[in-house]
């Protein structure tokens, strides 16, 4: 609602000696202690025309019949309307005019003693204003003077209401910013004057922004001023670029201040607005001032805001070099202190049952603003580990494997990219893409290094140069694996998820040149062992203490392979090197040892017939084994299960079949292990799938690879039943004691798969 204007007056009345002369001309006191205005009447008393009317004679016939003869009657007329207005506006004086002097007087009071407030003042303005306009006392001396006082007394009391305003949006006290705004609303004044603190808000924000990337500014602050101190690049000289990167760093710091305490000031205004209602009507204030669809105070602020703040940046960085260099180094810097700003905006505005002065799209404009130089950073993080993988692995040399310091170096520097952003969960995930990149395309580097061919993959002679290299690739891979491994379990789940499609490509690739080395050696071993079978257990044997044929060869070939190939890849007992490091090569031995006692027992199940000397020379080819994987491949104690077999299988073999049934032994032992033994303990006619099916042991062995427990219990059923069918044709009852036995341990067998199932 606007307020009253000062109407001047145009009247001739101004020129009579009422109004020339009318008390209250301009003296600090209320007019209405100012001598009285001297009456029209007086003036016509003395007038030759008017005095007529005072006379008690007054004979209206006579005086219009002299007016008509004088020969100047349109003259005289307009002399009687003149004289009537002035009458009229001295009644009007007289009546309207004390109540306007009455409530400037109390104005006055208000300046001597402060008894009355701002918004109660300005309601007294409002209403002598509305007095003056409706009721026309324009142009009355004493009220004119009036006018002019309290023009002064308005803007004053504007002056007093803006302050308290803005005293209250800095301060955080809503109870002055209303003060401040019932003086606007009085006044009739509400949304310019709201649109007016907002303006200046924000152009307070854009100057600070501005100001921040002054670069002559930043120069003459940092002790460069003068000519010369920024070059026309925007360039600080020689010495001033430290200096001059501090300064601009402390202006922006500056910068952020001050847009805080522009936005949560003008939600301090808006908050206000939204909580406090107009009298009588309930309307909230803010729709005084906002209309529906429009953008709320604070949404008009950050907008322009942060406009202006992109375009500053991006004509600072245009303009000078300097600036674009510090602040795409400094990106984490610069990012921690644009989300800082946001987080303070957030907290300080999060009240219940308010609208917070940001939303997350608003945070997202401001963080849009600096995205160019996110872009940059990336950039130069991609293009520092790149550079330095394709050093070390320069795709123009194959064969050429780096040094340790070098692997270490690569994981030092991948550790600092991380360090930088650690704290800003968001930027953290975009600088670990560019790790991923560097990491994959390492990967992929290491790859190309792997010797492959016969070479690589010998494991009779001594370890050749290609075999040399594969391993000390293997290693540094196993490390770079392992040290990587240890960041990644540091960070946040999300974070850490990053990496694990690269950690998996480099543990793959690390296995590479390895792997098969270790299949070569674990074909080595199962060949020695599968040359059991041609050794004969049924026989009488002598009584040395030596090991069987096949068992002093896989003593001697486990012995080579730990000299030559197990030595270079396993850390040795003693290592302080990181347990984690060695974990590929750790596992791979671990799987052959573990292997290599399954594949040993599966084997000598197999043999039958088999008598006691060849039991006592097959328990001393089990000690054999176990002190040969033990020394050279890996501890037995550390293999869990396939060692307990190993254990259990040896007492077995001298056990009474009678006792075979409620042995705890059978608990280590694979059900199909020990129904293979039966064999050896019943009739020829008993046939094994082996023998059934007339395959060689290395293709049973194969098929048993391929197949489950449940599976091998089916072959070894039918045989089962090819035996009974042989009895019972013979016309025989009896059966050999191993055939219930075995279709006990079958019948469990299957009952153990179902509840599986």
């Known amino acids: 609602m606007a307020s009253p204007r000062i109407l001047p007056s145009s009247s001739p009345l101004k020129k009579l000696p009422t109004f020339r002369d009318g008390g209250g001309g301009g003296s600090g006191e209320p007019a209405t202690s100012a001598a009285p205005s001297s009456s029209p009447l007086d003036s016509f008393a003395s007038d030759p025309v008017f005095s007529a009317f005072l006379s008690p004679e007054f004979d209206s016939s006579r005086f219009s019949s002299q007016a008509l003869s004088s020969g100047s009657a349109a003259s005289r007329a307009e002399s009687l309307h003149e004289a009537i207005r002035v009458l009229q506006r001295h009644l009007r004086s007289e009546v309207l005019s004390p109540r306007l002097l009455r409530l400037s007087a109390r104005l006055r009071l208000r300046d001597s003693d402060a008894r009355l407030d701002l918004a109660r003042a300005a309601e007294i ?130 910068c952020a201040d001050e847009l805080h305490r522009v936005v949560t000031a003008v939600w301090q205004l808006q908050t206000v607005l939204t909580k406090k209602k107009v009298p009588f009507t309930q309307v909230l204030f803010l729709q005084e001032v906002w209309q529906e669809g429009e953008p709320l105070l604070t949404e008009r602020v950050w907008e322009a805001l942060v406009k202006a703040f992109a375009s500053q940046m991006k004509s600072a960085c245009t303009a000078s070099s300097f600036v674009k260099e510090i602040f795409t180094i400094g990106y984490p810097r610069l990012f921690s202190m644009v989300e800082n700003l946001l987080e303070r905006i957030s907290r300080d505005t999060d009240v219940k049952g308010v609208l917070p002065a940001l939303n997350q799209e608003g945070k997202d404009q401001m963080m849009a603003a600096i995205e160019t130089f996110q872009t940059a950073f990336l950039a130069l993080c991609l293009s520092r580990l790149s550079d330095y993988v394709n050093s070390i692995f320069p795709v123009s040399s194959r064969g050429s494997i780096p040094s340790k310091d070098q692997i270490s170096r690569i994981i030092s520097r991948i550790q600092e990219e991380i360090e930088v952003v650690r704290t800003h969960g968001h930027l953290l995930l975009l600088v670990l893409r560019e790790i991923k990149k560097v990491l994959l395309l390492l990967a992929e580097r290491a790859e190309y290094q792997i010797s492959t061919g016969p070479e690589a993959r010998q494991v009779t002679g001594p370890a050749t140069v290609a075999q040399l290299k594969n391993f000390t690739l293997c290693q540094h891979l196993q490390e770079l694996h392992a040290r990587i491994s240890t960041i990644a379990s540091s960070l946040p789940p999300a974070a850490s998820d990053a990496l694990s499609q690269p950690l998996a490509a480099i543990y793959s690739v690390a296995c590479e040149p390895v792997t098969s080395l270790f299949q070569s050696m674990l074909d080595r071993l199962e060949s020695c062992i599968l040359q059991i079978h041609d050794y004969d257990f049924d026989g009488a044997h002598d009584n040395n203490n030596n090991a069987s044929p096949y068992m002093e060869e896989l003593q001697k070939s486990a012995l080579h392979f730990r000299s030559e190939f197990l030595s270079k890849l396993l850390p040795p007992p003693s290592s302080s090197s990181v347990v984690r490091s060695e974990s590929l090569c750790t596992q791979l031995a671990r799987r052959m040892a573990s292997r290599v006692l399954i594949f040993f027992i599966r084997h000598a199940a197999l043999i039958r017939p088999l008598s006691e000397s060849g039991k006592l020379r097959m328990a001393r080819d089990m000690a054999e084994l176990e002190l040969a994987v033990g020394q050279n491949l890996f501890p037995v104690e550390q293999l869990g299960p396939p060692y307990r077999a190993l254990r259990a299988f040896r007492p077995l073999i001298f056990l009474e079949t009678s006792q075979i049934g409620g042995s705890p032994l059978l608990q280590d032992l694979p059900p199909s292990v020990i129904l293979h033994h039966l064999y050896s303990r019943g009739p020829d006619e008993l046939q094994s799938p082996l023998q059934r099916n007339k395959l060689t042991p290395l293709q049973y062995s194969l098929w048993l690879d391929s197949q489950g427990e449940d599976q091998v219990w089916k072959g070894i059923k039918a045989t089962l039943d090819d035996y009974e069918m042989k009895v019972r044709a013979r016309g025989d009852k009896e059966f050999t004691p191993v055939y219930p036995l075995m279709l006990q341990i079958g019948s469990s067998l299957v009952q153990t798969t179902a509840s599986q199932h």
Do not use: C
């Open 125 to 254: 303005h409002r209403e002598i204003r509305q007095i003056y306009d409706e009721r026309g006392l324009a142009g009355i001396s004493a009220v004119e003077d009036e006018m002019r006082w309290l023009a002064d007394a308005e803007a004053a009391l504007r002056a007093d209401a803006a302050a308290a305003v803005e005293r209250g949006m800095d301060a955080s006290n809503q109870n002055d910013v209303w003060g401040g705004l019932q003086v606007f609303y009085n006044l009739g004044e509400l949304r310019p004057a709201v649109d007016a603190l907002v303006a200046k808000y924000r152009a307070a924000g854009a100057k600070s922004v501005a100001a921040a990337l002054d670069m002559k500014a930043i120069s003459a602050s940092s002790g460069f001023g003068g000519p010369g101190g920024v070059q026309r690049s925007g360039t600080p000289q020689i010495g001033a670029g430290k200096r001059a990167a501090e300064a601009l760093w402390e202006r922006m710091k500056q």
